[in-house]
């Protein structure tokens, strides 16, 4: 399972930024790890993370790291936010124009010549503004070879299927809506980018904290957010069960989300270099596959069994080709050969991911 940093916390948000000699050692301690996939957006701290980011590039050979950004929603530059869920000087702009400029800004604070994936931005209320506007923008710049692969990035599920149904996308990053604690990603949309090959970036593994700091840490957020007392009670029913078996919660959370065969990456927060090589010990820690079960018995299904069981011939969901790319041994294996003709997503009415 690869592994990504997102550079949010380069900007200011709710809090200040992180210093230039922490971000640094961050940095460092990533390439030391082989972690070379890094995300930003001019949302960020209205560019500030893409010109912090920009320095920190500087003198690394373009073909050494996987980069993108994104397109769509921006904030003044520097600005503290009250609510960084729902900022209320945010701009939400997918106009081609609006793109094209964004693209031709972020380029420039990165100091680069190209990305390889941008990413529309939080269209929960503007599909078919992106659609009309962002998207085709992006096809242009993709042909151009100033972009390698065009996605969705959102902290919604329906957002990513609303777009799926109109627009051929090569890649999502797909945040805060699969993990321990929600997988409303799991019903329809892993499974349709499993099936379709499409990537999946899963972003926020922790939900924005919880389930990296515990139920007991007064401080902790769910989404952004304080968590209610219905969150706080179901995290402490997981992490009694992780307790059980001597497993932190910490690491059972971000097994969880790269467990789903759909999940070709995680994309990690900046964390300091001593937590994100504590990040990467726990990815490769053996969970006992009867943590999974007992996750199962309180609401958390366990994606490989719910594939394993769906790709048995006769299944309604049986597809006839192997559930992962990564040798899950499952009986759809005897059947590789078999290839489903899916089409353009845009194409696929008849059967149709979202109720839109």
Known sequence: MSIGLGFASLG????????DDVAENIFEAALALNITRFDTSPLYGGGQSEDRLGKLLKGQPRDSYILSTK??????????????????????DYSADACLRSIEKSLERLGVDRFDIVFIHDCDRFVKEAVAGAFPALCRLRDQGVIGS??????????????????????????????????????????????????VELAAPFNSGILATGPGDMTTTYRYATPDPEILDRTRRIAAICDAYGVPLKRAAL????????VERLILGLVEPDDLRCNMVDMQMKIPSELWADLAEIGVPDPIAILEKSCRPG???YAGRPVSKRNIQTASTAHENQKEDVGNYAKLQQHPISGE
């Open 255 to 262: 097994q969880y989300c790269a467990r789903h065969p759909a």
């Open 71 to 92: 397109v769509g929603r921006y904030r003044p530059y520097g600005a503290v936010l009250a609510d960084q869920r729902n900022n209320p000087t945010d701009i939400y």
């Open 150 to 199: 065009i996605g969705c990035a959102s902290n919604t599920a329906r957002t990513h299927e609303a777009i799926l149904n109109r627009v051929d996308l090569d890649v999502l990053m797909v945040a805060n809506s699969y993990s321990l604690l929600t997988q409303d990603a799991g019903a329809r949309l892993l499974p349709f980018c499993l099936r379709n090959n499409i990537s």
């Open 315 to 317: 299944s309604q969901n």
């Open 12 to 19: 200011a948000s709710q809090q200040l930024p992180l210093s």
